[in-house]
């Protein structure tokens, strides 16, 4: 059996833990503790879309598919890792000339993990909010050209915050059936690669337009 590493691209998530500015928080509660009940069980109270999750077209379109419509298999494969740390500010939007020189390597069937350092910044800011950077509607309409299954970022979305910023991108890949992964966290050591494979598998709930997911990432030795 190879040998591998394993990455975790997810941020944690908590009570109260950060979230979209106009969703609740997350609730934990215990609903028995091990000293009263002999067992200790918590209740989750949380948007769907909190901390690392991933998006499903039913998010945008009434008729689009629901997380537990999209194949299994969709939400794991290769990926590749483009750092635009040094590129990027905030609320800029990631366009072509971020993307061409990784052309070659976005091939049909893979997944985009964009790294803009955002992750990093997960706090309670106004800035951490709503200032990340974002897919642009030129940048989507080149993965659905390329093929690929899905595009993860560091983000708190895939889209902006700011008008006009939102919907284009998660119009444009959503209605080609390519999810979003958001809100990741890159460990320092992924980024000395440039290749990696991604798992981000989704709960199986049922008519809903995502989920949260324990996204890693591995690389074989």
């Known amino acids: 059996m190879k040998s591998f590493q394993v990455f975790d691209l997810s941020q944690p998530t908590y009570h109260n833990c950060p979230a979209w500015p106009t969703f609740a928080y997350p609730e934990i509660k215990n609903e028995a503790v091990v000293g009263f ?55 800029q939007g990631i366009d072509l000339t971020h993307l061409k020189p990784f052309a070659e ?32 509607q030129e940048a989507a309409e080149f993965f659905v050209q390329k093929q690929i299954k899905g595009v993860g970022t560091d983000g708190m979305s895939v889209g902006g915050w700011y008008e006009g910023t939102g919907r284009p991108s998660h119009e444009v890949l959503l209605s080609n059936n390519i999810w979003a992964l958001e809100e990741l966290f890159f460990p320092k050591e992924l ?31």
């Open 37 to 91: 009940d002999g067992f200790t069980a918590e209740r989750l109270d949380m948007n769907v879309h909190t901390g690392t999750h991933l998006d499903a077209p039913y998010h945008f379109f009434a008729d689009g598919k629901t997380i537990d419509q999209m194949p299994l298999e969709d939400f794991m494969g290769e990926a590749i890792i483009i750092n635009l740390a040094d590129q990027i500010q905030p609320k």
């Open 191 to 221: 980024l000395a690669y440039d290749t990696c494979w991604l798992s981000a598998v989704p709960l199986k709930l049922q008519g809903v337009s995502g989920s949260p997911t324990r996204a890693y990432a591995m690389i074989f030795d």
């Open 105 to 136: 390597k976005i091939t049909a069937g893979c997944i985009v993990l964009l790294y803009t350092g955002w992750g990093e910044k997960r706090s309670f800011t106004e800035a951490y909010y709503k200032d990340w950077p974002y897919v642009s």
